[in-house]
């Protein structure tokens, strides 16, 4: 009965083992770019950029109503590392 249990754990831990190993090769990797790209699909952006020498990412957007949105967003999907190491810039250029 002991080999049996032993056996039983084993496998049991194995499936724990591989389901997690699945579960973390099916999330999506993370980008500061796949975040900011992503809002162009959410909203009405004119223009994006992302400073390389300067740590500010600028959001141009169409409707300035839009704004604390945007802000609200990027504050949710982007890193702490992120939103420690630049500044976020929304604003509308229309207004």
Request: no cysteine.
């Amino acid at each position: 009965m002991g080999v049996k249990r032993k056996f039983g754990a084993l496998i049991l831990t194995s499936v724990i083992v591989m389901s997690v190993v699945f579960w973390y090769a099916q999330q999506k990797p993370y980008s500061t770019e796949l975040v900011i790209n992503s809002l162009w699909d959410k909203y009405e952006v004119q223009s994006t950029q992302i400073g390389d020498t300067d740590p500010v990412i600028s959001i141009d957007v169409y409707d300035k109503n839009d704004i604390p949105e945007v802000e609200k967003y990027l504050k949710a999907k982007l890193s702490n590392d992120d939103l420690e190491h630049y500044e976020i810039e929304v604003f509308s250029g229309w207004s």
